[in-house]
């Protein structure tokens, strides 16, 4: 006759999987408020670098122009805006509601000084794509090697 044991999780084990556990809960319940804190939806961005300016794209579906404002500031771009909550309507009952909303605000630290006169954004297809042109002082400079 075979005897079958039980084996039992030692205090030690059962503490470390509990710690893990809830390291792993408070870093998804902090990333739910995004990189600012502000709320519950902050944009995803990308940013990206030619040699005469700098583009910052933001996703920010389903919202208004109105609803965006863009500040430069020193060496840093502001985007701050809110996207309106889509779930108040009556006659619907929700069953899932994943679509995220409230007020955001991101602050891109640009890698290089930018012409702030000449700053141009765009919205379109749920995209803010802002192109910031650099600085004279900011653009590489071409230096030509003399013969001799």
């Known amino acids: 006759m075979t005897m079958l044991t039980r084996r039992t999780r030692t205090p030690s084990l059962s503490r470390l999987r509990d710690d893990v556990n809830s390291l792993f ?7 739910s408020e995004g990189p600012s804190g502000m709320g519950t939806y902050w944009p995803a961005i990308d940013v990206s670098e030619r040699e005469d300016d700098l583009l910052v794209r933001a996703e920010l579906p389903g919202m208004q122009t109105e609803d965006i404002d863009i500040e430069v500031q020193n060496s840093a771009l502001l985007i701050r805006g809110e996207k309106k909550d889509e779930t108040e309507k009556s006659g619907e009952r929700y069953h899932y509601v994943e679509r995220r909303s409230g007020s955001f605000q991101r602050i ?11 700053i141009d ?10 192109t910031l042109p650099k600085s004279e002082q900011a653009k590489p400079k071409r230096i030509s090697v003399k013969q001799g």
């Open 25 to 31: 809960g408070r870093f998804f319940d902090d990333w």
């Open 108 to 118: 891109v630290q640009l890698p290089s000084e930018v012409d702030a006169d000449n």
């Open 121 to 130: 954004a765009n919205y379109k297809d749920g995209v803010l794509t802002i």
